[in-house]
């Protein structure tokens, strides 16, 4: 009887956020149905390969070794899970940016059922895995400050007609003459506004590779450091101490 062909899939995912709680579940399913003695773990670290049978045993060798650095800092993980008989392999090469994952092996339930459920797992909201190195897409600068633009043309055609009895030329005059600070001010909150919403959407899906932490849950805000966190409130608090700046430029203006 002839031996069936090797079946091989490769994936490769961006941006995934992996701690410790991850990590433990996604090598729970990249492992489900191999003995102790098949799995292994692997991690390089200034020049020096350590490898173990579980992560936390791994964890210690690196935080145990008498070498220059942070510990916690990692940025490589390797996994591997082998079946003697060959049915099935399961590779997983990981770093902050990148998550490569292989299943190569003879039994094509096995490989495509493994390699389901980890690209499953991976591209799950809570974990962020995308296909493109692009990060999320978010609203552009350029359509944002449009629509800020269009809210406020209508807005004063609106309420400035109906204030001088539908003249519609003079009142709209009359309304820029009068808003015109605000305007200015309120134009310059809505590109910064639109700025730090798409830096703080970068930062908070960006990838991550933490084995020994736990990494906080919630939304892009609580996914911050507490340095990016207060680097953000600083830059709006500054914009909001500007303001005053910016209507008294504004007035000038538009006398």
Request: charge should be positive.
């Amino acid at each position: 009887m002839s031996t069936p062909p090797a079946i091989n899939l490769s994936t490769h995912l961006y941006r995934c956020r992996l701690g410790q709680r991850e990590l433990d579940a996604l090598f729970t399913v990249a492992g489900q149905g191999f003995q102790p003695g098949e799995i292994e773990f692997s991690h390089e670290r200034h020049s020096r390969t350590f490898t173990a049978p579980t992560l936390a045993d791994l964890v210690s060798d690196v935080r145990a070794a008498p070498l220059p650095g942070d510990p916690d800092t990692w940025n490589n993980l390797t996994f591997t899970a082998t079946d003697p008989a060959g049915r099935r392999t399961v590779t997983m090469v990981l770093s902050p940016k990148k998550v490569t994952t292989t299943v190569t092996g003879t039994d094509a339930t096995l490989v495509y059922g493994t390699d389901t459920q980890i690209r499953l797992y991976l591209v799950d909201d809570a974990i962020g895995g995308r296909t493109s190195r692009k990060g999320p897409s978010s609203p552009s600068l350029l359509g944002t400050l449009i629509v800020g633009v269009a809210i406020i043309f209508v807005l004063a055609l609106a309420f400035s007609k109906a204030a001088d009895g539908g003249k519609t030329g003079e009142s709209i005059k009359n309304f820029l003459d009068a808003a015109g600070p605000f305007i200015v001010t309120g134009y310059g909150l809505l590109g910064l506004g639109a700025m730090l919403h798409t830096a703080a959407l970068g930062l908070g899906s960006r990838g991550v590779l933490a084995p020994t932490r736990l990494l906080p849950t919630g939304g892009v805000w609580n996914r911050l450091s507490t340095m990016e966190k207060m680097t953000g409130i600083g830059v709006f608090v500054a914009a909001l101490a500007a303001a005053g700046t910016l209507i008294s430029a504004g007035t000038d203006l538009f006398k």
